[in-house]
């Protein structure tokens, strides 16, 4: 049984491996060759002896690698917070799960966004490996903020279904996505996928805090309440100033903002919210 076992496991890994190159062959929509993003792109030419690369976008680098530290230093605060219970542990798990895909995300999307799709091809790549794993990441950390949130506003029953639920929106999400990854399939690794598999995670927490607020009329429920209100505000205005084509605009004005700043720099400010108001508040229900 066991040569059984080892023999398919090989055989899934030669087989991951086989269908790894097919994430390339997602080609940028329109076809956009290095030279087009060069031209349309604010980016600089770093140099360390031998070694040479382009820097794509530095302010959005900035702005998306600062929010990977704002949520890493999220992480460490929840976890050092009196009382100690479930609902803070899942807190810095959550944000240390997106303070990586944060990284992956800059790296892919921002700093090293010519050399991981441009470089050395006729026709940039939509994706990278580097965003499915952002991806991955950034799924696992909602649903730990979800986790948190069962312990903070459900018992019993409910409790127990909502961390169920979690664990299997990672599970799944994340085979869906090496699925897609695997297969070339431009939606399920796109980040609007990535935005539906959190949509019940976050009307749990609009549902549940707002309810919350409206019969204790109580501090945690106010600024959680206000949490998950500030980030849907921040998506809509990240939809928005996308829809709008804002960015085209102010880049072709050499205005380095993106609709990604955006995004960034209200994920920025929602941390630091948390972080004032939400850890020594938040406990589990009993």
Request: proline content about 2%; overall charge neutral.
């Amino acid at each position: 049984m066991k040569k059984i076992y080892l023999c398919l496991l090989s055989s899934l890994t030669l087989l991951f491996f086989a269908n790894c190159q097919k994430l390339d062959s997602l080609l940028h929509e329109p076809a956009l060759s290095p030279e087009q993003f060069l031209a349309s792109h604010h980016w600089t030419q770093i140099s360390f002896g031998s070694l040479s690369f382009i820097l794509d976008q530095p302010s959005s680098t900035f702005f998306v690698y600062f929010l990977s530290l704002t949520y890493l230093y999220a992480c460490y605060v929840f976890w050092k917070a009196p009382h100690l219970d479930w609902s803070k542990k899942f807190w810095s798990l959550g944000f240390l799960f997106t303070g990586i895909a944060a990284i992956l995300a800059g790296t892919s999307y921002q700093a090293l966004g010519y050399e991981l799709k441009c470089e050395a091809r006729a026709i940039c790549k939509w994706t990278t490996w580097w965003e499915i794993n952002y991806e991955i990441l950034q799924n696992i950390g909602m649903n730990g903020f979800l986790a948190a949130g069962a312990f903070s506003h459900a018992t019993s029953k409910t409790r127990r279904a909502l961390l169920y639920y979690a664990v299997f929106n990672s599970i799944i999400y994340a085979c869906l996505v090496l699925y897609g990854a695997l297969t070339a399939d431009r939606f399920l690794v796109s980040f609007e996928f990535l935005e539906l598999s959190c949509l019940p995670s976050v009307l749990f927490f609009l549902v549940s805090t707002i309810f919350g607020f409206l019969k204790k009329r109580d501090s945690m429920n106010f600024h959680l309440m206000n949490t998950w209100l500030f980030l849907v505000l921040i998506m809509i205005s990240y939809v928005t100033y996308m829809e709008l084509g804002l960015t085209s605009l102010l880049w072709e004005r050499h205005i380095w903002f993106s609709e990604n700043d955006v995004l960034h720099v209200g994920l920025i400010v929602w941390v630091f919210y948390i972080v004032k108001f939400i850890p020594e508040k938040v406990r589990d229900k009993s």
